[in-house]
């Protein structure tokens, strides 16, 4: 029954007596040592059987250890009582312990611990391999107590980030902040994309969105959380929010635009009207009194055309056109779009203009441009003076150097060094979303740059604003000069053929022309003037683009369709040339044209140049 007992362990067992003599074995001490091993048999010495077991590979014998010195120090371990002593054999690991018996013999147990073995070395395989993907992994993360917050276990780019922090309470100093966190997560167990704010280890205060989970470690609560900055992602959704808003802005503009077009054409026709018989009437008005009073009435009327013509110029896309102007027209034109807003808020304005300025060419359109947005930023500056605001317009000559220049001095609070070193910047702006986009001043500066020469600021902290314009004095031949003259000895034997849907407009161009001494016949419909056409000869014929049926470009086909030698003599008298269907037509025909308001003078000599041209056409 003791040998039955004996054979059911688990464990190997091996008894050896007094002199080291193999007295008994179970099978699963055979089993472990080798099961097929023929060399243990009763009686036989433990040092032959060691050694044996070593030289026949049933033990493994480290190479570096002597086969003698191997078999001597398992010896020692039985005959030292040794425990839990792990040996490597054939078959896997053994864990081996010997003990003295009361009769002086060694009692040797083994038992199989390879699985064990087996199982903590993946174990320790596999800790190694996720230790080394935590510590390569990019995400930036923390494993702290819940009770002290205390950092257990920090990742690289967490290290590389905050530093070496010992606490998550340095992470997040603000005690508000950080028991909204705890609360969250005691109450769920998880936190998601909470903001924060903190400091990182180069000293800035950067924007982070954590997320957490609670989980437990060695009996203690701790907390896993992952960081991530989202500071440039926040300032990209903020530029993006402002772009939204400009564009929004643009649109809001690009309307507004289209509106100011029909608006543009309706008041043009009007204010042709007020201006042309204004012009008239001074001829004919001998009464200094009335004279005087028809004066205003024309001055006014032309100050309305030359805004909107200003306000046509800034909202229309076209070609660059040189031609000779004066700076102190430019200043008068943009005054007369720009200067409410200094008059409302009660700045005053000095204009200081050199009366001998010689003419250069530019743009006067562009240059117009120019000059507005000068105003509106100094308009800006001088706004929280009030009445003790004041805008200095200075326009002079520097004969020496060949150039004219224009000054826009202000006396608001100045401009800060670190503004003024990017002010040209595009894009670049200190104003509130709404009131500035930060295209203005580089957009000035691209256009003085192409008319080759200089915008320039000076400027300090409590010292106002100058901005200096610099051109070049170029000749620049008028654009309508005529080339060779043909005199015209009898403007009354000339037939002129009007076409406009404004009575009044019709009306007024029959009147400069019949005081002249043309012929002029008028029509308000174009299927009208067709009908005309088909019976009678003229030698001008003018004409409105946009009308109701028929317009100003299907009048033109049919014209060249009944006679292609008529488009010569036609020319389009318009209010709307700022409408991109309009514009597109202009550019794509040969056809002359000028925009209303009409001075009775550019009406006659518009007349006088296409009259001209079919006498040259006769005499060719």
């Known amino acids: 029954m003791f040998v039955d007992a004996l054979e059911s362990l688990r464990e190997g067992v091996a008894l050896w007596d007094d002199d080291e003599r193999l007295v008994f074995f179970n099978q699963k001490y055979l089993k472990f040592v080798d099961p097929e091993a023929e060399y243990h048999h009763i009686g036989q010495p433990m040092t032959e059987i060691f050694a044996t077991m070593a030289e026949q590979g049933a033990l493994q014998k480290p190479e570096r250890i002597p086969a003698q010195e191997f078999t001597h120090s398992l010896l020692n371990l039985v005959r030292n009582s040794a425990q839990d002593v792990e040996v490597q054999f054939a078959h896997g690991v053994l864990k081996c312990s010997a003990s003295v018996t009361p009769l002086g013999g060694r009692l040797v147990t083994l038992e199989d611990i390879t699985e064990t073995r087996k199982a903590e070395l993946a174990q320790r395989e596999a800790d190694l391999l996720l230790h080394k993907i935590v510590d390569a992994f990019p995400a930036n993360f923390l494993v702290s107590r819940l009770r002290d917050g205390h950092v257990i276990y920090r990742s690289p780019t967490s290290q590389k980030m905050f530093g070496n922090i010992e606490s998550l309470n340095d992470l997040v100093r603000n005690t508000k902040v950080r028991d909204s966190f705890l609360a969250g997560l005691l109450s769920n167990g998880a936190v998601d994309d909470f903001h924060t704010r903190a400091r990182t280890a180069d000293g800035s205060v950067r924007d982070l969105m954590t997320s957490a989970r609670m989980t437990d470690h060695k009996g203690e609560d701790v907390i896993v959380s992952s960081t991530r900055d989202i500071t440039d992602q ?123 300025l010689p003419l250069t060419g530019l743009d006067p359109d562009q240059m117009i441009q120019v000059l507005i947005n000068l105003i509106s930023n100094a308009e800006h500056a001088l706004e929280p003076l009030g009445a003790e605001g004041v805008l200095r317009i200075c326009t002079y000559h520097h004969a020496d150097t060949g150039q004219v220049g224009l000054d826009v001095r202000d006396n608001g609070a100045g401009i800060a060094p ?203």
């Open 418 to 620: 670190d503004v003024l070193a990017r002010i040209f910047e595009p894009f670049f702006t200190t104003k509130d979303i709404g009131m500035g986009t930060g295209i203005g001043l580089a957009f000035c500066n691209r256009i003085i740059s192409a008319h080759d020469g200089g915008l320039t600021v000076q400027s300090g902290l409590g010292e106002g604003a100058c901005f200096s314009i610099l051109l070049p004095i170029r000749e620049c031949p008028p654009s309508d000069a005529p080339g060779v003259e043909h005199p015209m000895v009898n403007v009354g034997k000339f037939r002129v053929l009007v076409v406009d849907d404004e009575e009044g407009v019709t009306s007024l161009i029959r009147d400069i022309l019949e005081h002249q001494g043309y012929h002029v016949h008028v029509c308000n419909s174009a299927p009208a003037a067709l009908d005309i056409l088909s019976g009678t000869t003229f030698d001008a014929i003018l004409s409105d683009i946009k009308m109701p049926g028929l317009d100003g470009e299907g009048f033109l086909k049919e014209i060249q369709n009944i006679n292609p030698l008529l488009v010569d003599q036609m020319a389009f008298v318009t209010g709307d040339a700022m409408s991109p269907q309009v514009a597109a037509f202009l550019d794509t025909t040969s056809v002359e044209h000028v925009e209303k308001p009409l001075t009775p003078t550019d009406l006659t000599e518009l007349v006088h140049r296409l009259c001209q041209a079919k006498g040259r056409a006769s005499n060719d």
């Open 234 to 356: 926040l300032s990209i959704e903020a530029e993006l929010e402002r772009q939204h808003e400009i564009a929004h802005q643009n649109e809001k503009l690009s309307a507004m635009g289209g509106l100011l077009a029909g608006v543009a054409h309706e008041l043009n026709n009007p204010l042709s009207i007020v201006v042309g018989y204004a012009l008239m009437l001074q001829e004919t008005i001998s009464d200094t009194k009335q004279k005087r009073q028809i004066e205003r009435i024309g001055q006014a009327a032309e100050r309305c055309a030359r805004i909107i013509k200003a306000f046509l110029a800034m909202a229309r896309k076209r070609p660059t056109h040189i031609q000779a102007c004066s700076l102190n027209d430019i200043v008068t034109a943009a005054l007369d779009v720009s200067g409410f807003g200094l008059k409302s808020s009660g700045a005053e304005v000095v204009l200081e203009l050199d009366q001998d």
